[in-house]
């Protein structure tokens, strides 16, 4: 994957992160271990963090569920899940092409679980569901 993309992605993570006018030490962090994963260093995250980079079309369907997941991963680290951050989440699936009953979905099923963390196994079916 080339850095532009990369970077991208990163900064989606920060976008979400910042929906709620405050990004606590475990977003900060998971942002930051995410990015690691994709070969992006802690000076580049934080470059992203003061000028992040816009948004890049995600073309196969598994990289659109994974970004997806990434986001929700994200938006419940902090076991607070705000308005604006469910806002930014549904705005970014739209844009990402996934259907709305999948996001309704999501967002439905994630609070079924004490750390609203969606097995990915239940993920997967939720979007085969609407997708098959």
Do not use: C, W
Not at 47 to 54: E, R, Y
Not at 78 to 99: Q, S, W, Y
Request: aromatic share 10%; hydrophobic share 40%; no cysteine.
């Amino acid at each position: 994957m080339e850095n532009d993309t990369k970077h991208a992605l990163i900064s989606d993570l920060i976008f979400l992160a910042r929906a709620d006018d405050k990004i606590t030490d475990a977003e900060y962090d998971f942002i930051q271990r995410l990015a690691k994963r994709m070969g992006v260093s802690e000076a580049e995250v934080d470059a992203l963090f003061i000028n992040p980079k816009p948004s890049k079309p995600l073309f196969t369907e598994l990289e659109r569920i994974t970004h997806f997941y990434k986001l929700v991963l994200l938006m419940n680290v902090d076991l607070e899940t705000h308005e604006k951050e469910v806002i930014a989440i549904r705005n970014f699936g739209l844009r990402m092409g996934i259907r709305p009953g999948v996001i309704d979905q999501i967002l439905i099923r994630m609070d079924s679980y004490d750390d609203k963390i969606i097995p990915s196994e239940e993920l997967i079916k939720i979007f085969q569901t609407y997708y098959n």
